[in-house]
């Protein structure tokens, strides 16, 4: 769900929740029932408010990826991960400037690994949704960077190109 989604929510429960409590008349049922469950409302606008802090507090330091409006947090990748992602990183293509179906599954891999340690929520079809032509080399640069395996400066080429 989209943070602007759930502020939605959180903003129409928070206009429910300041209604007056006592019953309705008969013929407003909706109204009296959404009365009855002021506890409930309330409970679900708390879950609402910490999912919003949740997603706006990553758990690891990072570095800054911008995409659209949202910023990423970009992890170094523990032990565990980066054991597992090492080959998908050393097997990725990049030299020729396109990326075949199969490295773009790798990219995916590799990116989702890193972000998941900071969101995770995040599968692998929402990283498919952030990362595309534009910003993938940004994402890895981060993630390489920020895991100790290579700093690159600005514009020069990954490994491989």
Do not use: C, W
């Not at 989209?2 to 013929?27: C, G, H, T, V, Y």
């Not at 409302?41 to 408010?49: R, Y």
């Not at 997603?55 to 570095?63: K, Q, S």
């Amino acid at each position: 769900m989209k943070r602007e989604d759930l502020q939605e929510i959180l903003d129409l429960l928070n206009a429910i929740q300041s209604m007056p409590r006592e019953p309705a008349a008969e013929s407003l049922d909706g109204i009296y029932a959404v009365r009855l469950n002021a506890t409930t409302i309330v409970a679900l606008a708390e879950k609402v408010k910490a999912a919003l802090v949740e997603e706006d507090e990553p758990e690891f330091d990072g570095v800054a990826v911008r995409v659209g409006r949202t910023v990423y947090s970009v992890p170094a990748m523990n032990i565990k991960r980066l054991k597992k992602m090492l080959p998908e990183i050393n097997d990725l293509k990049l030299a020729s400037g396109t990326l075949t179906n199969e490295d773009q599954d790798r990219l995916v891999r590799i990116v989702h690994s890193a972000l998941s340690r900071n969101y995770p929520k995040m599968t692998k079809d929402d990283v498919e949704d952030i990362v595309d032509m534009g910003n993938f080399r940004t994402f890895l640069q981060a993630i390489m960077g920020v895991s100790g395996l290579k700093q690159y400066a600005p514009g020069e080429k990954l490994a491989g190109e």
